[in-house]
């Protein structure tokens, strides 16, 4: 069987919630330890979906921005003094008829491009953070029940992290509060 465009399509649109970020995090528990508070997790979870990067000036390079081969970005930013934190979360959600090797291309070819300086082009809403690239990214792979069997044992072989979604993508816990009505701070 293979991967639904609607079920990555409805997997990029959940995730790119702060709140169901957490609840994919919560599936693999070392990742999830690098929240700095989940009191506040408006606070402390930054979610980019489609993630763009602005890699620095080097001795042989212009700046130059690009779009991360990733699916969702999930930064951590400390509550308090409005900064973000090192850990870097990056989500590769298995595409149609995506292989093994083409996830697994993705993940390198983002630690190519974050192998040099960069910044994060923020969402309007958390442009006022320090943004600031860092050396301590973390992949996050998301497969489907159709995923293939191969593509599982290559993460396991690869060590690379994975979890697995199921049809049901919206969590009832989480239903009520990602699409109750938010009142935006004045």
């Given at each position: 069987?293979?991967?639904?465009?609607?079920?990555?399509?409805?997997?990029?649109?959940e995730?790119?919630?702060?709140?169901?970020?957490?609840?994919?995090?919560?599936?693999?528990?070392?990742?999830?330890?690098?929240?700095?508070?989940?009191?506040r997790?408006?606070?402390?979870v930054?979610?980019?979906?489609?993630?763009?990067?602005?890699?620095?000036?080097?001795?042989?390079?212009?700046?130059?921005?690009?779009?991360?081969?990733?699916?969702?970005?999930?930064?951590?930013?400390?509550?308090?003094?409005k900064?973000?934190?090192?850990?870097?979360?990056?989500?590769?959600?298995?595409?149609?008829?995506?292989?093994?090797?083409?996830?697994?291309?993705?993940?390198?070819?983002?630690?190519v491009?974050?192998?040099?300086?960069?910044?994060?082009?923020?969402?309007?809403?958390?442009?006022?953070?320090l943004?600031?690239?860092s050396?301590?990214?973390?992949?996050?792979?998301?497969?489907?029940?159709?995923?293939?069997?191969?593509?599982?044992?290559?993460?396991?072989?690869?060590?690379?992290?994975?979890?697995?979604?199921?049809?049901?993508?919206?969590?009832?816990?989480?239903?009520?509060?990602?699409?109750?009505?938010?009142?935006?701070?004045?």
């Open positions: 069987m293979t991967v639904q465009k609607s079920n990555y399509e409805a997997s990029l649109a995730y790119s919630n702060h709140l169901a970020a957490i609840a994919l995090l919560k599936q693999y528990r070392p990742y999830l330890e690098m929240i700095p508070s989940l009191r997790p408006d606070e402390s930054i979610t980019i979906p489609l993630p763009i990067v602005r890699l620095r000036n080097t001795a042989t390079t212009a700046p130059q921005t690009i779009c991360l081969p990733c699916d969702v970005a999930i930064l951590m930013c400390d509550p308090e003094w900064i973000k934190t090192g850990a870097e979360i990056l989500v590769f959600i298995h595409r149609t008829d995506e292989d093994f090797s083409d996830l697994l291309g993705r993940w390198r070819q983002t630690q491009w974050l192998d040099n300086d960069y910044e994060w082009l923020m969402p309007l809403r958390h442009s006022h953070i943004s600031e690239g050396n301590t990214i973390y992949p996050l792979f998301v497969v489907f029940n159709e995923t293939l069997e191969r593509i599982q044992r290559g993460f396991v072989g690869a060590e690379l992290p994975f979890i697995i979604q199921t049809s049901d993508l919206i969590l009832e816990e989480n239903f009520t509060n990602i699409f109750s009505p938010q009142i935006p701070p004045a």
